[in-house]
């Protein structure tokens, strides 16, 4: 018997409408269009609007794309794995609302927290599920609406951030298509620099929480650019390494969407030209799990069945990692 692997078969995407331009928040901030650009690379981020809009209302639609794509019904898919540090709440989880907002019924589900990183973990969680032979149709979801725990009187961080969701279906494949390998790490020590402080057990919701603006992300820019320049390179270009991949082998990079400098430099460690790379920071912004995702998906029809494709990531927590996928299909 050939050795299952898990292979992606359908991708699905979405972004809200509203657009936050660079120009919009100039009026918000202290900042400038040029300033951000040049930083970051983003010129504007979409943002869920709507009052009782949550993550789970991008996460939906996403698995309903995909349903029409390969033409299966809800009751069909065995799992939904939800990667994402913005749930609708605390519990239950993403995943099991979504499942019920779908009509997944046969499905169990879970949340993954793994930050930006949060895709790539919750792919190569899916995968080990398809790949037992116990699992057939495995949904995993990248969802974060960041405008929810972002300050928007904080120019480090508010012009980063976008909300979206995007996600793939995995399914059973013996020729050699999908999944091939990946490489997961995490350093709890990074928590000091990219954390949001409280809401949790450590430190539960009070007035003075919220009063001394504790519920929104925090970033120690610096720092955790240094380690994702470092991190994501290395784990991108140890991928290759394992697997005796060189830069011609591979058809596409796939970065997680943080900044385009931590892109270039992924990009240049892999020894990749600028056009293999998939670039969209400049619309969506960062939106944490869903970055990977959304470019799987804006880039769907570009790819080919035998495609070699590198995803990289790196996440708060510190979390980092990186997967080698061999494409399944052609649109």
Known sequence: MNKINAAITAVGGYVPEYRLTNQELEKMVDTNNEWIIARTGIEERRILKGEGKASSDMAAPVVEEIL??????????????CATVTPDMVFPATANIVSDKVGAVNAFGFDVSAACSGFIYALTTGAAFIESGRYKKVIVIGVDKMSAIIDYTDRNTCVIFGDGAG??????????????????KSDGAGRHYLHMKAGGSLKPASIETVTAREHFAYQEGKTVFKFAVTGMADVGAQILERNNLTADDIAWLVPHQANLRIIDATATRMGLPKEKVMINIMRYGNTTAATIPLCLWEWE????KGDNIILAAFGGGFTWGSCWVKWAYNS
Do not use: T, W
């Open 167 to 184: 996600g793939v279906l995995l399914e059973p494949d013996e020729e050699g298509y999908g999944l091939k390998d990946s490489i997961l």
């Open 68 to 81: 029409r794509k390969r033409n299966i019904s809800a009751e069909e898919i065995d799992c939904i794995i």
């Open 301 to 304: 029809k570009q790819l080919k």
